[in-house]
């Protein structure tokens, strides 16, 4: 009877003691999108679609008729020139592309653990990885321009038209990009799957430009030679070249 009565007044104590104490709490999962730098590069990149996407329509609707219409020189783009409005809203889905390339790219570092990021370096990697892919974009329209203007046959106007479809396929790419990346960085389950999402839409992106170099430049066989070198020059290498150089500095930008 004893032994009965002190069991149960040292249970009673015990649960006197959980109670006062409580429990150990568990450490809460900080996704990257609560981060308040990370957040605002994603409504900015809300907002510059809401502002851009009315004027970018017609330059979209140009390059789409140029590429399943008749030759380079004989399309609409020959002929038809942008306004100062149609221009503007571009470059705003394009700012609005890099943003949302650098939020999928920062959503693939982390949740691979390429670099171990820490909460307070999240605004840093994802503002490096916006300004990486803006850097691609401006080096990449710099060789195109180069290019175009060494082996098109009409150099004037197939740099024009050259380097509009190259704005007008990265600028439709920011608005499908848009809800992949919101969704990677406030939804860990289906990150994998949203960041797959979006290299597909890149890759369907850039096929439809590597389409539209095509009909420019082929005239013979041995423009596919050319083709070849521009395939591994402008296309590749600096992709690969871009992964790398976000990987590494992303190291250095934490520590």
């Known amino acids: 009877m004893s032994l009965l009565l002190t069991t149960t007044s040292s249970i009673a104590a015990n649960g006197v003691d959980v109670l006062m104490s409580g429990l150990m709490p568990s450490p809460r999962q900080i996704l990257p999108g609560y981060d308040s730098g990370v957040l605002a590069m994603a409504i900015g990149a809300f907002l510059l679609a809401t502002i851009g996407l009315g ?40 700012v609005q592309t890099f943003v949302c390339e650098g939020l999928l790219i920062f959503s693939a570092v982390h949740y691979t653990s390429s670099v171990p990021l820490s909460p307070q370096a999240y605004f840093r990697c994802a503002a490096l990885c916006m300004a990486c892919c803006a850097m691609l974009y401006f080096m990449q329209w710099l060789g195109y321009r180069i290019v175009a203007f060494a082996f098109a046959p009409h150099p004037s106007s197939d740099t024009k038209i050259w380097l509009r479809a190259f704005a007008a396929t990265q600028s439709m790419l920011g608005l ?14 289906a990150a994998t799957l949203l960041i797959c999402c979006g290299a597909v839409m890149y890759v369907g992106a850039r096929i439809l430009f590597i389409i539209k170099g095509f009909r420019i430049f082929y005239v013979n066989p041995f423009s596919l030679f050319h083709f070849f070198l521009y395939l591994c020059t402008l296309e590749i290498l600096p992709l690969c070249a871009t992964t790398h150089f976000v990987v590494e500095f992303s190291r250095y930008v934490i520590t």
């Open 55 to 94: 004027g970018a329509g017609r330059i979209w609707s140009i390059f789409f008729h140029d590429l399943t219409h008749g030759g380079p020189r004989s399309s609409m783009a020959a002929t038809a020139e942008p306004t100062t409005g149609e221009r503007w809203s571009v470059i705003v889905m394009l």
């Open 176 to 189: 499908g990009l848009l809800f992949p990346a919101m969704g990677a960085l406030f939804y860990p389950a």
